[in-house]
């Protein structure tokens, strides 16, 4: 499949998997391609066209033309020079590789990364949060995180990949979708008597097994094995990086009791103690490989001959 096709198959895939529904996407994506069409002179020149069918700002082509044929990928949570310049190694020692998928943004990708977080109100309304209240709090966020981005090397794996000749492309939110749909489904709307039995039935995928098996494995971050859930959600699972510290309170008063997150920063395990919300940290590279994992399957179904090299946090599992 050439690479064009299976980005854009990705990005489709992570638009049903979205918690916004494919209808708001696609009402959104509409409104931007005629919101384009008028633009002139200088805003004309510096619009990015992939926001007219793309509506992941943190995931796109970052190397290649689109037109290159694809059969092996070296699938990678973060590839930065050193994993570039590994494939190169591989390449040269006579494995086959066609492209590098990378998870966590490089690129323009990173530079945007910011764009795709008004998703995060959605996901704050599934927990019962009013619009109004997440609306008003995400925006101050987001360019705290477009601030902080910005003054980085952004492009400095996108030159290795050029450089080295390896097509490449950012797949995020796509997979994160993935992954936060399966946690919701297959964690979340369980019962439990209590913390222990969650980390129990979390360590019990394989991807949290092999990484749990490795010293790495879903920890409370606050409450206790013997505390009781109350209602459980993966609010911390997608929406492009974590949302603000604020979002603790509101989710406290909108009945939440356990948080199923990636990563959790101090000031938002502080902010979980203050409002007696229970998180728990669930290993970042195992959510990621999940993730991944689901994106390859569906992948894979599209293109029968779709081979997989491990790299940097990545675990193969077929499902
Ligand atoms: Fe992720
Ligand atoms: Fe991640």
């Avoid at 019962?191 to 995928?205: C, F, Q, R, T």
Wanted: aromatic share 6%.
């Amino acid at each position: 499949m050439k690479l064009q096709k299976l980005f854009e198959a990705a990005i489709e895939i992570g638009i049903d998997a979205d918690p916004r529904g494919r209808k708001m996407i696609e009402k959104k994506l509409k409104k931007t391609a005629e919101q384009a069409k008028k633009l002139e002179g200088r805003e004309k020149e510096y619009f990015d066209q992939e926001r007219t069918w793309n509506p992941y700002s943190d995931s796109r082509i970052i190397n290649g033309s689109g037109d290159e044929e694809i059969h092996t990928v070296a699938v990678g949570v973060d590839i930065e020079t050193p994993e570039m310049l590994l494939i190169d190694r591989l390449r040269e020692n006579g494995m086959k590789i066609d492209a590098a998928f990378i998870h966590h943004p490089e690129g323009r990708a990173l530079a945007d990364l910011e764009k795709v977080m008004p998703m995060q109100v959605d996901i704050m309304m599934l927990t019962g949060v009013p619009v109004n209240h997440a609306e008003a709090l995400i925006r101050p966020r987001m360019d705290r995180i477009w601030r902080s981005i910005h003054a980085d090397n952004l492009f400095r794996t996108e030159r290795a990949a050029e450089l080295l000749k390896i097509p490449a492309f950012c797949c995020h939110t796509p997979t994160d979708n993935l992954v936060w749909g399966f946690m919701e489904k297959n964690i979340c709307k369980k019962e439990y008597d209590d913390l222990g039995e969650i980390l129990n039935a979390i360590s019990d995928i394989p991807e949290y097994k092999h990484y749990a098996k490795k010293g790495n494995p879903p920890i409370i971050v606050n409450g206790s094995r013997g505390g009781r859930p109350g209602k459980i959600f993966a609010t911390e699972f997608t929406g492009g990086t974590n949302g603000p510290e604020d979002f603790m309170e509101l989710q406290s008063r909108a009945g939440v009791g356990t948080i199923l997150s990636m990563h959790v920063p101090e000031k938002m395990v502080e902010e979980a103690k203050k409002h007696n919300v229970n998180m728990i940290q669930c290993s970042h590279m195992a959510s990621d490989s999940l993730g991944i994992n689901l994106m390859l399957d569906k992948l894979g179904k599209l293109e029968k001959k779709l081979n997989v090299v491990e790299i940097s946090g990545f675990i193969r599992v077929k499902r």
